[in-house]
């Protein structure tokens, strides 16, 4: 079985200040990694995705994110926020053996506050 | 607009009173899901239906129900609410069950 860890229930952040949000991982076989967004009073969004080949990946709004197999990490990152980047963001692991939605394990969220 | 709509946006119910939220779809998807939100718990899946007449149990279907008749429509059925089942609910849909997940807004339901 998969798990899904986002360590950071919440993040406050200087507007134009960088920002990490940290996700690890568990899982027995290859897996896909995605990041969605919550922004408020909303549903959720897809931010990005990693299924295979380059480790870094680029996603809506600047964000990026890196998939480190050895650390079993999906670490979202952004040089440089905003007032419109408070949402809450959504780790999120699938099998990729197996890989279809019902399948999907989300974390419990990092809710990120930009401080003006 | 391609979106997924959800109804009602709140609900306010007391318990034992069989309710039905709403979802439909004007993206032609073949997949369609149902999620709970509750805080430090992220979502967890309900049912999910992989096409019409095929539903299946989630991680939490326990008080529920859905039933999958047209391609566009997956209402999620509430027999007999419990207190318990007070959270912000979301229907999700996608092309296929590998494509990312197309999000409503969400249902907030309080059951008294």
């Known amino acids: 079985a998969q798990s899904v860890t986002q360590l950071d229930s919440q993040v406050p952040v200087f507007e134009e200040a960088p920002v990490e949000l940290r996700c690890n991982y568990s899982?027995?076989?290859?897996?896909?990694l995605f990041w969605y967004v919550q922004y408020p009073n909303q549903g959720l969004q897809l931010l990005l995705k990693?299924?295979?080949?380059?480790?870094l990946v680029k996603g809506i709004n600047g964000f990026e994110a890196e998939f480190n197999k050895s650390q079993t990490s999906f670490h979202l990152r952004k040089p440089s926020v905003h007032i419109s980047d408070t949402a809450e963001y959504f780790c999120a692991v699938s099998d990729s053996a197996n890989f279809g939605n019902e399948k999907l394990t989300f974390g419990t969220g990092t809710r990120l506050t930009i401080i003006p | 607009e391609a979106q997924v709509t959800q109804n009602p946006r709140y609900l306010i119910t007391v318990t034992g009173k069989k309710l039905t939220v709403t979802c439909s779809q004007n993206m032609n998807h073949e997949y369609m899901s149902w999620y709970r939100q509750d805080p430090g718990l992220g979502l967890r899946q309900i049912y999910y239906?992989?096409?019409?007449?095929?539903?299946d149990k989630g991680d939490v279907p326990e008080g529920y129900k859905v039933s999958r008749k047209e391609k566009r429509n997956f209402p999620l059925i509430l027999e007999s609410p419990s207190p318990n089942q007070t959270s912000l609910y979301f229907c999700?849909?996608?092309?296929?069950?590998?494509?990312?997940?197309?999000f409503g807004n969400g249902t907030r339901l309080t059951v008294t």
């Open positions: 990693y299924l295979s080949g380059s480790t």
């Open positions: 899982s027995s076989v290859s897996v896909y």
């Open positions: 239906s992989m096409n019409v007449e095929v539903t």
């Open positions: 999700a849909s996608s092309p296929s069950g590998s494509s990312p997940l197309h």
